[in-house]
């Protein structure tokens, strides 16, 4: 039985190995200009992950294998060096690659995190609530108006509380159910909690970031690619979080700026 | 004798014509019962509706390729005909006549992301059922006031999913219904004692089953505005009361 | 240490209801937890078929389903809103009333007294209350099932604002919410009244000769684990009650100002939303190696008794066992890299993160150089044990990925997370149990157990368990976000077949564990009697009679003259020699 449960444990480790190597569900494919570092970091880490999980499984399965049902007469042995190689090995290979993966990830942290958006990146809010996300682009005046949450009233269409009437700023705020980005172009985007915890994923962006109730915070993304992607929620928020979800589409500068005046005249 | 025999003829025949009028009566009342109608216009151009953007729901998109959906604060059909008003009386009718409660069951659609009916008036303690039409799953989260005594629920209905079969215990006026997980879907569920009517694309409107007498009949319009009107039913007849909302706040 | 454990002594009940019910007596405490935490399995188990059906079968109608609650699942179809509401309660029953349970409450309270040579624990009323204490919480959690509208759908991590606004969030958010709250700050109630005795038994009474040093690693691992229990738990259970008064008071720690749900405005102001992630998450990271450590104190004991050999350091276990503990405080924030914490805070919890790696790995390695020259026995006990080497390995790996920010900013809330944790707590941690439960069940009954069923029972869920967690790793990959109740984004749809797999895996994995429970039930009444010694183990429990009498070790307590594992030692007169040996003799690799 030992040598069966040796074999079944070099077979499990290989099985479970072949699905990554064959790239049988891949990752989605990155459409970012800094998701790059995030890649490589990823498939640092899948290798040195893959060496340690395939090597340490193979090595119990080899000394399962070698050393049960022993000669009864058999004398025990200790494993060269001992304890104090294990250790040490412990902390050669696993601290120092650990160490450098901390210190080589912070760079793919520190781009989508450290940097301060560009100037010219083109502002948008993106409104998170019980179960869809709502977008808002500040006009020509280039500013969000004020929300006033005793105004939001989503049968009128009022889903960010704005008051057209008397708050200057917010009458040439376009509201939308879908967000659209120019290709190429820095986005930096404010995100609003309406109600609950929500977070924004767009895994082919290599963004995701949570809301936070009462912390409005921003972060900032350059789409490379023209196409639809989604964006899903992965903070549990009630019964409809499965559902939600809005689309993102990357356009050209010119589709974009059609797209965004047909919205303005629809407010 | 014949004193005794005559006295039994007359003693009988009135008791007999007695009954007869108890019987008769009574179906003269019922006969009698009659209808408050009218019509309920918007004054002055009806307010712009935007359209409704559904893509957070593909399916919903693909229901209303040919035929946008538009918000529904104000349905206005041709000549101003105000639609989704509920008429009901708020004055002058008995206990009795409170209490009965009818026995059909409205019936609120999920239909291509939107309610249908809109607006579904009904009694207090009459049963309402909630079904989807739709391919794609709704919750149903109807928020009466804490004041009223009605209870909040929310529940789910994911296609083919059976009906919902509820009943508010309370009057109110109205309770705001809305689907979370598609968050233009709204609606208003009005709670009323004794009879009421909704008014259709044409603005036009009856109350059946009204007994005779005096009353004052309110004209509901979302979220909360209200017209009143005096009105006298006579029996078997149909009383009239027109009504006129203006836009705005 | 006490020569004479005085005050612990109680004399031998004599009524049914102190024998059995209202025990002061540490063995039949540890039975009380073991049976709780089974009943709890099997009920988390059978609430993860439900969620499977549904995750693999979408709006598949499962029988009888309406029975359990018309509302939830009407036409026996499974509403989203119940899906987590089942959801919620397989973690929190798994997490709390199982994993810190069995391995840590179970078999802590019956063998700890007796591996460092008491009569009972220091505080036996404060043992008999910390179970019923938890008895209760279980049933105050229960009870969720059956009010208004169902148990809480928050998950049995209940982030605020959700968990803190009430009834106008969702289903289940009123008196189901209350409940969950109340019942976890009672559960820790038990735990804070279990710890005070771990800890003062393992302080001050081990018998002459039992130094900390000459402690079964069992021992040390139930002793470092009920130190992070008192202070974890301290902290969970405020956070409950203020999650409570926010409900109740109308206090707004969790809930920060100007919310609108459902269209309503909310009244509360000021709070805090991330408040209530970092005091769940300080309890919530030192809870998950409350339930591993004891696991891997078990795995070292019992791999130890059927390799005929000690570690290749028993000092360097206890000192990696407890480095885990005390990292464990320093890398909660982990779980909250991309909650909106500041940035730098998340890179500062990704090094201690990675660095307990090191200690973990250290642990690993010599399990499998000690394997090296051994002379292993290959049973039901020993599978379990080498089968959660193979599963931690497999979990701590894709700890790896879920260390690093950067790499989190893909996988976290993934199917990727899920499998991660899955792979250590409910494999791993649950593998030691089974370990600790077909080593340590005829000591504690008096019967064996069937070998062969527990084998089988091991094949099946080791190869099972692999088929059900491996493929969450894949779909997290995918980017397939975790706590859904239906994948009906278009990017999901692929992935369905996988899911369809898992749940086959599943079912047929959870089928097997009848095998399991069987055993248990029959061996206990008709299974072969137990001698005293039957794996001819060397620490106290083995020197003692089967099943121990009242007071663990008859007219005179025990006097240690041995290290805990002297197995196969050169010099020594025979293959072991037992703690309680007075034989002497020089061992040529005793630990300096």
Redesign the interface.
């Known amino acids: 039985m030992a040598k069966l449960f040796a074999v079944t444990i070099i077979l499990i480790a290989i099985g479970s190995a072949i699905p990554i190597v064959m790239h049988m569900w891949p990752m989605p494919a990155d459409i970012s200009l800094n998701g790059h570092l995030i890649d490589e970091q990823y498939a640092d880490t899948m290798m040195e992950a893959g060496l340690a999980f395939l090597s340490s499984q193979i090595l119990l399965a080899i000394f399962i294998w070698k050393f049960s049902h022993p000669k009864p007469d058999a004398k025990v042995k200790y494993f060269p060096g001992g304890a104090r190689v294990l250790v040490i090995a412990g902390f050669l290979l696993v601290g120092t690659e650990v160490v450098a993966l901390g210190v080589f990830g912070a760079k793919a942290w520190g781009m989508a995190y450290f940097t301060p958006p560009a100037a010219d990146a083109i502002p948008i809010q993106v409104q998170a609530q019980q179960f869809a996300f709502y977008f808002r682009y500040p006009g020509p005046d280039g500013k969000f108006g004020p929300i006033h949450p005793n105004l939001i009233d989503d049968a009128e269409g009022n889903y960010f509380g704005l008051d057209t009437t008397n708050d200057q700023d917010s009458k040439d705020d376009i509201v939308t159910a879908e967000i659209a980005v120019p290709v190429n172009r820095e986005v930096h985007l404010f995100m609003h909690s309406r109600d609950l915890g929500h977070s924004f994923y767009v895994p082919e962006l290599r963004v995701h970031q949570d809301f936070v109730p009462g912390l409005d915070l921003t972060i900032h993304f350059t789409a490379t690619k023209i196409g639809r992607y989604e964006i899903v929620c992965t903070q549990l928020c009630g019964l409809g979080h499965y559902a939600m979800t809005a689309y993102l589409d990357v356009k050209s500068q010119e589709d974009y700026e059609t797209w965004l005046k047909q919205q303005a005249a629809l407010q | 004798m014949r004193n005794g025999r005559n006295f039994t003829v007359v003693l009988s025949t009135v008791v007999l014509i007695s009954c007869g009028a108890l019987i008769l009566g009574q179906k003269v009342n019922a006969a009698g019962e009659g209808k408050i109608t009218g019509t309920v216009k918007l004054e002055g151009p009806a307010p712009h509706m935007r359209g409704i953007d559904m893509s957070k729901d593909p399916w919903c998109v693909k229901q209303h390729a040919n035929s946008p959906a538009h918000i529904e604060t104000w349905v206005v059909g041709s000549d101003g005909a105000l639609e989704n008003v509920v008429l009901y009386i708020s004055q002058g009718l008995n206990g009795t006549e409170m209490a009965a409660v009818p026995k059909s069951v409205p019936v609120f659609d999920q239909k291509n992301c939107m309610y249908v009916p809109h607006v579904l008036a009904m009694d207090t303690s009459q049963d309402y059922k909630v079904i989807t039409s739709d391919q794609t799953t709704h919750n149903i989260h109807p928020l009466p006031n804490p004041m009223t005594g009605n209870i909040p629920w929310n529940e789910s209905q994911p296609p083919g999913a059976a009906p919902i079969v509820k009943n508010w215990k309370h009057e109110e006026v109205a309770i705001p219904v809305q689907c979370n997980i598609h968050p233009w879907m709204h609606g208003w569920f009005v709670v009323v004692k004794g009879p009421y009517a909704t008014t259709d694309d044409k603005g036009e409107y009856t109350i059946n089953n009204v007994p005779p007498g005096s009353y004052t009949v309110t004209a509901w319009h979302e979220p909360d505005m209200t017209q009143t009107a005096k009105v006298t039913v006579a029996s078997g007849q149909a009383a009239t009361a027109n009504f006129s909302f203006k836009a705005g706040r | 240490m006490h020569e004479v454990s005085a005050h612990a002594a109680h004399g031998a009940p004599t009524s049914f209801i102190r024998k059995y019910i209202f025990s002061l007596d540490h063995k039949v405490i540890g039975k009380q937890y073991y049976a709780l935490a089974l009943v709890a399995v099997f009920v988390g188990m059978f609430l993860s078929w439900l969620m499977r059906l549904h995750l693999g079968f979408a709006?598949y109608a499962i029988p009888g389903l309406h029975l359990l609650s018309k509302?939830g699942a009407?036409?026996n179809?499974m509403?989203?809103?119940y899906y987590?509401q089942l959801m919620t309660m397989h973690g929190t029953i798994m997490v709390f009333f199982v994993l810190t349970t069995a391995p840590f409450a179970a078999f802590g309270n019956f063998f700890l007294p007796i591996q460092v040579g008491a009569e009972d624990m220091p505080f036996p009323h404060f043992n008999m209350m910390s179970f019923w204490v938890t008895f209760v919480a279980f049933l105050v959690l229960i009870s969720s099932f059956f009010v208004g509208?169902g148990p809480t759908?928050?998950?049995w991590t209940q982030?605020?604002?959700?968990s803190a606004?009430g009834?106008?969030?969702?289903?289940g958010q009123g008196l189901g919410e209350i409940l969950w709250a109340s019942s976890i700050a009672i559960f820790c109630v038990g735990q804070l009244l279990g710890s005070l005795n771990f800890i003062t038994t393992t302080l001050d009474m081990r018998t002459k000769g039992m130094s900390l040093m000459r402690m079964p690693l069992t021992s040390w691992a139930w002793f470092i684990t009920s130190l992070m229990g008192l202070t974890a738990f301290a902290v969970l259970m405020p956070a409950c009650i203020l999650l409570i008064l926010d409900h109740v008071a109308g206090t707004s720690f969790f809930?920060?100002?100007?919310?609108?749900?459902?269209?309503?405005?909310l009244h509360h102001s000021g709070?805090?939303?991330?408040l209530w992630q970092h005091l769940f998450w300080f309890f919530g990271h030192p809870e998950v190696y409350i339930a591993i450590v004891p696991g891997m104190g078990i795995v070292s004991h019992v791999l130890i008794t059927n390799?005929?050999?000690p570690?290749?350091?028993h000092r360097?276990i206890i000192a990696c066992m407890t480095s885990i503990g005390v990292l464990s405080y320093m890398v909660y924030g982990h779980h909250m890299f991309?909650?909106?914490m500041n940035?730098?805070s998340?890179?500062a919890f990704?090094?201690p993160t990675?660095?307990i790696?090191?200690?973990a790995?250290?642990i690993?390695?010599?399990w499998?150089?000690?394997?090296?020259?051994?002379?292993?026995?290959?049973n039901a006990a020993s599978?379990f044990a080498?089968g959660f080497?193979?599963m931690f390995?497999?979990g701590g790996?894709?700890g790896?990925?879920l260390?690093?920010?950067?790499?989190d900013?893909?996988l976290?809330?993934?199917y990727f997370v899920v499998g991660h944790f899955h792979l250590v707590m409910a494999v791993a941690a649950i593998f030691g149990i089974f370990a600790g439960t077909y080593f340590w069940f005829p000591k504690m009954t008096g019967h064996m157990m069937n070998e062969t069923l527990g084998?089988l029972h091991f094949w099946l869920t080791?190869?099972g368990a692999?088929c059900i967690f491996?493929?969450f790793h894949?779909?997290g990959?995918?980017?397939n976000?975790?706590?859904?109740?239906?994948?009906?984004?278009?990017?999901l749809i692929p992935?369905i077949p996988?899911h369809k797999f898992i749940t086959v895996a599943a079912l047929a994995t959870g089928a097997a564990q009848f095998i399991f429970l069987y055993n248990l039930v029959h061996s206990r009444f008709w299974g072969a009697a137990a001698p005293d010694n039957p794996w001819e183990g060397t620490s106290l429990e083995w020197s003692t009679a089967t099943p121990p009498p009242h007071n663990n070790f008859g007219d005179k307590m025990p006097v240690v003259y041995h290290d805990p594992y002297e197995?196969?030692i050169e010099g020594a007169s025979s293959e072991y020699v037992m703690q309680t040996s007075p034989e002497q003799y020089t061992n040529p690799?005793e630990e300096k």
């Open positions: 709006n509302t009407p036409g179809v509403t989203p809103e987590l509208d759908l928050a998950g982030y605020a604002p959700l606004v009834s106008v969030a969702g289903p809930i920060a100002s100007n919310l609108v749900i459902s269209g309503q405005l709070g805090s939303t991330l390799m005929r050999r570690l290749l350091s360097v991309v909650s909106g940035p730098a998340s890179l990704s090094f990675l660095i790696t090191i200690p790995t250290i690993v390695l010599i499998i150089g000690s394997l090296y020259g051994s002379k292993l026995r290959i599978l080498l080497i193979s390995i497999s790996v894709s790896f990925f260390a690093q920010p950067s790499i900013i893909m976290h809330a993934t084998k080791f190869v692999y491996m493929p894949y779909l990959i995918a980017a976000v975790r706590r859904y109740q239906a994948f009906t984004d278009p990017y992935l996988v197995y196969n690799h």
